[in-house]
């Protein structure tokens, strides 16, 4: 562990350390016109308007707004001793800075402050255009900058879409700083081979940029320089355009250099040619083929003699009782409402238009080789993949506490699970994520029984309900160093907006496996291989994957409405399988057949359009707003001692064992030291926690999770949170939530709290010491988190081996005369007196969401246990007036004879 990787800071990001400076220059000079001049305390504010705009510049160079002209003004002012004039700038511009309303109005600023003169239609027209900024990396005076902007503003016509900002940066390290910090950025374009190292950076960002300074810029030579910022805009930011410009000749540019590009242009071609291409790249990700589509057949006079009375809404508006519906809904849904895959619209199961196109970008979106739009949910595209790669007989290792959806795959097509157990969490009732260590024994086990063969695929899920997240890169090296033609599949319902911000999608299923793909073909790679085999003793397992052997095969299915801006069910499944097309094409499109509806709901499939058009054009920016919002929460919740009296935000050291978090990080903020920086972490640790989820333990208000949901956050507040324990509640931050929101949960909590101090005044003794009791109860008494223990050996897959027939035992109870209930509180004498009880039937409680007991599985003690103390009042699979639903003896025995 090394405690010196991890650097705390006072703001968790650049933009709140930004607007809170802003927000204090505003006081500051406001204070300044109402000083006496020449007193104590005119000088003490003219020091921190000099320290402030001091800072501000070393944050602003990177920013299209205020601007090197505007901070300019704000300096002639100051040092003119004009502070009317510069208080009412500053006021200015940090209400166009906090409330985003500058890039509404940016283009009016930008016009005023040159001094340039636009035709009227054009000025109308500006408010109405989407704003961008383009990054231009060239080591350019400030004149030549000048003319630069000066160049491709003239070249604007009130017909464009979107207007946009130009921003430049000398150095590399400068431009990659802009992109860490500018989410504005939708447009890089580098110029020639501009200088490697920055001229220096201002103190006060230095904390935000260690991503950047600790890149790799080595090249062969300084004319590589321009294609390796490429490459490197592309690592960070890969939704951008990047184009470049070059006197290098055709024949003399590498392949890289022309993949790593959209364009490349020579410096004797017209600057109009790059205004046009650069608008035309931005129109390409804003285009929405499908959506775009149906509003057009949306608009079109159409006779219905075909299904779907509710088409056109006539069966709706028409009628007298049902009106309302129609009025709640609008016209616009049911004329979008049609059976067609005709008249400019198409058809998802063989798709040759609009949602082909829209498919397309959602691959280039995603980073997949392959991407396919669900319109019934994850549940369902987990059962497509499942379907399309599984053989009956096939080996599956699951992590036992995955969604039910995959549970109910594997008895579909008859795959043999070996189920994997996360580490327990037992202080608040959770689980964790499966170790990489423990697949690795489950695989060289398989390995040694003779058994490796028939392994198919791993199933994990990342991130985890409670924010878990491995580290995908790492597992899957280690994993194909043993089995090298392995499946993956990454059940990223949650994960959706996590290829859109930069330390997160380096743990995504796309991302590892494009990285994972060019470093095996890599002649270094092959260096580093045979280095490592001469070094490894007889019989010795390799710790790397064979290069001439492996073959990357990733799958990961999003729930796009969970986390992204579609409708209930939209989901996506993203592919990165270097044999699809030769092995798995033709199946999964058959799979993909047998779970998809001929009727498509079409609203579904235009809003994973839209979607991926907003993430792509403002991904970067939301996801990391969402990733501050859940910040901003966990310091108001530690820093209020009212609310910590109550309530504590749980952290990556209550998640996390310390042997998994090689960086040492425990904790994102204290009010103590700040923020830490999580980069480190998410670099190298084998898990990590998604601050966006915030896992608040309740145990101190001795109300459980359901009651707390219920009675609290639902009843008094209509808050909605997703998950529960028995002693915590779960919040979670997406890119919809608001400031607004934040704040209305904060002072929810502190309503609850008062509440709860002004009931602990008004108990009597007895009433005081049930009280406590339960707070014990939910703080010190922590029931026993089970394992998966094992298969009966009448549904051993093979025998001593992991792995059983999930299938079998599922379909043996389809006949009734095979089970018997038991009721719960007999099983322990029951197995006492030596009978092996076994599970007909998927078990699973809510939460926590998984199947505690699946059909074949023997019931433990442990199990039992967990089950009595479970103070849930939903378990799928279980009667408690019957009890457990469990094979008889009879029926045991005929099928362990059959396999012997």
């Given at each position: 562990?090394?405690?010196?990787?991890?650097?705390?800071?006072a703001?968790?990001?650049?933009?709140?350390l930004?607007?809170?400076f802003?927000?204090?220059l505003k006081?500051?000079?406001s204070e300044?016109t109402?000083d006496k001049?020449g007193?104590?305390?005119?000088k003490?504010?003219?020091?921190k308007?000099?320290?402030l705009?001091?800072?501000?510049?070393?944050?602003?160079?990177f920013?299209?707004?205020?601007g090197?002209?505007?901070?300019?003004?704000?300096k002639n002012?100051f040092?003119?001793?004009?502070?009317?004039s510069?208080?009412?700038?500053?006021?200015?511009?940090?209400?166009?800075?906090v409330?985003?309303?500058y890039r509404?109005?940016?283009?009016?600023?930008?016009?005023?402050?040159?001094?340039?003169?636009?035709?009227?239609?054009?000025?109308e027209?500006i408010?109405?255009k989407?704003?961008?900024?383009?990054?231009?990396?060239?080591?350019?005076?400030?004149?030549?900058?000048t003319?630069?902007?000066?160049s491709?503003?003239?070249?604007?016509?009130?017909?464009?879409k979107?207007?946009?900002?130009?921003v430049?940066?000398?150095?590399?390290?400068?431009?990659?700083?802009a992109?860490l910090f500018?989410?504005?950025?939708?447009?890089v374009?580098?110029r020639?081979?501009?200088?490697?190292?920055s001229?220096?950076?201002?103190?006060?960002?230095?904390?935000y940029?260690?991503?950047?300074?600790k890149?790799?810029?080595?090249?062969?030579?300084?004319?590589?320089?321009?294609?390796?910022v490429?490459?490197l805009?592309?690592?960070?930011?890969s939704?951008?355009d990047?184009y470049?410009?070059?006197?290098?000749?055709?024949?003399?540019?590498?392949?890289?250099t022309?993949?790593?590009?959209?364009?490349i242009f020579y410096?004797t071609e017209?600057?109009?040619?790059?205004?046009l291409?650069?608008?035309?790249?931005?129109?390409e990700r804003?285009?929405t083929?499908?959506?775009?589509?149906l509003?057009?057949y949306?608009?079109k006079?159409?006779?219905?003699?075909?299904a779907?009375?509710?088409?056109?809404?006539?069966?709706?508006?028409k009628s007298?009782?049902?009106?309302?519906?129609?009025?709640f809904?609008?016209?616009?849904?049911f004329?979008?409402?049609?059976?067609?895959t005709?008249?400019?619209?198409?058809?998802?199961?063989?798709p040759t238009?609009?949602?082909?196109?829209?498919?397309?970008?959602?691959?280039?979106?995603?980073?997949s080789l392959?991407?396919?739009?669900?319109?019934?949910?994850?549940?369902?595209?987990?059962k497509?993949v499942m379907?399309?790669?599984i053989?009956?007989?096939?080996?599956?290792?699951i992590d036992?506490?995955?969604?039910?959806?995959?549970?109910?795959g594997?008895?579909?097509?008859?795959?043999?699970p070996?189920y994997?157990?996360?580490?327990?969490?037992?202080?608040?009732?959770?689980?964790?994520?499966?170790?990489?260590e423990?697949?690795?024994?489950?695989?060289?086990?398989?390995?040694e029984?003779?058994?490796l063969?028939?392994?198919?695929?791993i199933?994990?899920?990342?991130c985890?309900?409670?924010?878990l997240?491995?580290?995908v890169?790492?597992?899957?090296?280690?994993?194909?160093?043993?089995k090298p033609?392995?499946?993956?599949l990454?059940?990223?319902?949650?994960?959706?907006?996590?290829?859109?911000?930069y330390?997160?999608?380096?743990r995504t299923?796309?991302?590892?496996?494009?990285?994972?793909?060019?470093?095996?073909?890599?002649?270094n790679?092959?260096?580093?291989?045979?280095?490592?085999?001469?070094g490894?003793n007889?019989g010795?397992q390799?710790?790397?994957?064979?290069?001439?052997?492996?073959?990357?095969?990733?799958y990961?299915?999003?729930?796009?409405?969970?986390?992204?801006?579609?409708f209930r069910?939209?989901?996506?499944?993203?592919?990165?399988d270097?044999d699809f097309?030769?092995k798995?094409?033709n199946?999964?499109?058959?799979?993909?057949?047998t779970?998809?509806?001929t009727?498509?709901?079409?609203?579904?499939?235009?809003?994973?359009d839209?979607?991926?058009r907003?993430?792509?054009?403002?991904?970067?920016?939301?996801?990391?707003?969402?990733i501050?919002?859940?910040m901003?929460?966990?310091a108001?919740?530690?820093?209020?001692?009212?609310?910590s009296?109550?309530?504590?935000?749980?952290?990556?050291?209550?998640?996390?064992?310390?042997?998994?978090r090689q960086?040492?990080l425990?904790?994102?903020?204290t009010?103590?030291?700040?923020?830490?920086?999580?980069?480190?972490?998410?670099?190298?640790?084998?898990f990590?926690?998604?601050?966006?989820?915030?896992?608040l333990?309740?145990?101190?208000?001795?109300?459980?999770?359901?009651?707390?949901?219920n009675?609290?956050?639902?009843?008094?507040?209509?808050?909605?949170?997703?998950?529960?324990?028995r002693?915590?509640?779960?919040?979670?931050?997406?890119i919809?939530?608001?400031?607004?929101?934040?704040?209305?949960?904060t002072?929810?909590l502190?309503t609850?709290?008062d509440?709860l101090?002004?009931?602990?005044m008004?108990?009597?003794?007895?009433?005081?010491?049930?009280?406590?009791?339960r707070?014990?109860?939910?703080?010190?008494e922590?029931?026993?988190?089970p394992?998966?223990?094992?298969?009966h050996?009448?549904?051993?897959?093979a025998?001593?081996?992991?792995?059983?027939n999930?299938?079998?035992?599922?379909f043996?109870?389809?006949d009734?005369?095979?089970?018997?209930y038991?009721?719960?509180n007999?099983?322990?004498?029951?197995m006492?007196d030596g009978?092996?009880?076994?599970?007909?039937t998927?078990?699973?409680?809510y939460?926590?969401?998984?199947?505690?007991?699946?059909?074949?599985?023997?019931v433990?003690?442990?199990?039992?246990?967990?089950?009595?103390?479970?103070?849930?009042?939903?378990i799928?699979?279980?009667?408690?007036?019957?009890g457990?639903?469990?094979?008889?003896?009879?029926?045991?025995?005929?099928?362990?004879d059959?396999?012997?």
């Open positions: 562990m090394n405690e010196n990787k991890i650097k705390s800071t703001y968790y990001n650049i933009r709140q930004r607007v809170d802003w927000n204090k006081i500051v000079t300044l109402h001049k007193s104590a305390n005119e003490a504010q003219k020091q308007v000099e320290e705009l001091k800072d501000l510049k070393g944050v602003e160079c920013f299209a707004f205020p090197k002209d505007r901070l300019q003004k704000l002012a040092l003119s001793n004009e502070y009317a510069l208080s009412h700038l500053v006021d200015e511009t940090t209400k166009l800075l409330g985003d309303s509404s109005s940016l283009e009016f600023i930008t016009q005023e402050e040159h001094n340039i003169e636009l035709s009227g239609e054009y000025q027209d408010e109405r989407d704003h961008f900024e383009v990054l231009f990396v060239d080591n350019i005076s400030e004149q030549e900058e003319k630069l902007n000066l491709l503003r003239l070249l604007r016509s009130s017909n464009d979107f207007t946009y900002g130009v430049v940066q000398t150095t590399l390290q400068d431009a990659m700083i992109l500018n989410y504005n950025i939708q447009a374009v580098v020639y081979a501009p200088p490697l190292n001229n220096g950076f201002a103190d006060i960002i230095k904390p940029i260690e991503q950047v300074t890149l790799d810029f080595s090249c062969e030579s300084e004319t590589d320089l321009g294609p390796l490429g490459k805009i592309k690592q960070f930011r939704e951008l990047v470049y410009v070059t006197d290098t000749s055709l024949e003399h540019l590498k392949n890289s022309l993949k790593d590009f959209r364009r410096q017209d600057i109009q040619e790059l205004h291409t650069i608008m035309q790249g931005i129109m804003y285009n083929p499908f959506f775009s589509a509003v057009e949306s608009q006079p159409t006779g219905v003699f075909h779907m009375p509710i088409s056109r809404g006539n069966s709706v508006f007298r009782w049902i009106n309302d519906f129609g009025d809904y609008g016209r616009n849904l004329l979008a409402e049609t059976s067609s005709t008249g400019g619209l198409d058809s998802l199961l063989q238009g609009p949602l082909k196109k829209a498919q397309e970008l959602a691959r280039d979106a995603y980073g392959n991407t396919y739009f669900v319109t019934n949910g994850t549940s369902t595209a987990n497509i379907q399309a790669l053989q009956p007989g096939d080996v599956v290792l036992r506490d995955c969604h039910i959806s995959h549970h109910y594997l008895v579909l097509v008859g795959a043999n070996v994997m157990d996360s580490y327990p969490i037992e202080e608040y009732s959770m689980y964790g994520a499966v170790p990489i423990q697949i690795k024994t489950k695989l060289l086990q398989l390995k029984g003779g058994r063969d028939k392994v198919k695929m199933l994990l899920t990342n985890t309900f409670d924010g997240v491995y580290n890169e790492r597992l899957m090296e280690e994993v194909l160093a043993i033609d392995m499946v993956f990454w059940d990223e319902a949650w994960f959706a907006f996590a290829g859109f911000a330390n997160y999608k380096q299923g796309m991302y590892a496996a494009k990285k994972l793909h060019e470093k095996y073909k890599s002649r790679y092959l260096l580093q291989y045979n280095e490592h085999i001469k490894l007889d010795e390799s710790l790397l994957p064979d290069p001439d052997k492996v073959r990357i095969r990733v990961a299915t999003q729930s796009s409405h969970k986390t992204l801006s579609s069910q939209a989901s996506m499944i993203h592919i990165w270097e097309r030769r798995t094409e199946l999964f499109i058959e799979a993909y057949m779970h998809t509806s009727s498509p709901n079409y609203q579904i499939l235009a809003s994973l839209v979607g991926r907003q993430v792509q054009l403002e991904g970067f920016e939301l996801v990391e707003k969402s501050e919002l859940a901003v929460l966990r108001k919740i530690n820093d209020n001692p009212q609310l009296k109550y309530f504590d935000v749980l952290t990556a050291n209550d998640f996390i064992p310390d042997e998994f960086t040492g425990n904790e994102y903020y009010k103590k030291e700040g923020w830490n920086r999580m980069d480190e972490a998410w670099k190298n640790d084998e990590v926690l998604d601050p966006t989820k915030i896992t333990n309740i145990g101190k208000t001795g109300v459980d999770g359901d009651t707390f949901k009675k609290y956050l639902m009843d008094k507040f209509n808050l909605q949170i997703n998950k529960t324990s002693n915590t509640v779960l919040f979670m931050t997406n919809g939530t608001t400031r607004g929101s934040i704040t209305y949960l002072n929810a502190l609850i709290a509440e101090d002004d009931e602990l008004a108990m009597n003794t007895k009433e005081r010491e049930i009280r406590e009791k707070i014990y109860s939910l703080t010190k922590f029931p026993g988190l394992d998966f223990s094992y298969f050996p009448a549904f051993k897959a025998p001593n081996i992991p792995g059983g999930l299938r079998k035992a599922y043996l109870a389809y009734e005369d095979n089970y018997e038991i009721p719960l007999e099983c322990l004498s029951i006492e009978r092996l009880l076994v599970a007909s998927f078990v699973t409680p939460p926590p969401g998984f199947p505690v007991l699946v059909p074949g599985q023997v433990s003690k442990e199990i039992i246990n967990f089950m009595t103390v479970l103070d849930v009042s939903e799928h699979g279980y009667r408690a007036d019957l457990l639903r469990l094979f008889n003896e009879k029926v045991l025995n005929n099928h362990i059959k396999t012997k």
